[in-house]
Nanobody, 124 residues
């Protein structure tokens, strides 16, 4: 399933944004979902992921976003969300979402093509 991200925009340092991700079909066909970001000229990097379970989901975060970003899912809306608080200029990037699976704490993205990302720009 190719996921499409939305919700990006321009925000000042210390501000907040909420990104969303969805697809024409169910985004919950995979056992896990992840958020990535990419700065021009750099590799795309995983920032947060969520392992889905009927007994309770588990979130994982990279150190540089933990405590500021929160990943969540809305089953009724077929949506993956990323709440981003206390943003800094270093968070400026294009954000993408991906299906995948976890092995332990590690998120492995699916081999589907990347969908449309959403640009987040944080001004100083």
């Amino acid at each position: 399933v190719q996921l499409q991200a939305s919700g990006g925009g321009l925000v000042q340092t210390g501000g907040s944004l909420r990104l969303s991700c969805t697809a024409p079909g169910s985004i919950f066909s995979s056992t896990s979902l992840g958020w990535y970001r990419q700065v021009p000229g750099k590799q795309r990097e995983l920032i947060a992921s969520i392992s889905l379970s009927s007994t309770g989901n588990t979130d994982y975060y990279k150190d540089f976003v933990e405590g500021r970003f929160t990943i969540s899912v809305d089953m009724a809306k077929n949506m993956l969300n990323l709440q981003m608080n206390n943003l800094t200029p270093e968070d400026t990037a294009v954000y993408y979402c991906k299906t995948g699976h976890h092995v332990g704490h590690y998120f492995y993205p699916s081999r589907t093509s990347w969908g449309q990302g959403t640009l987040v720009t944080v001004s100083s």
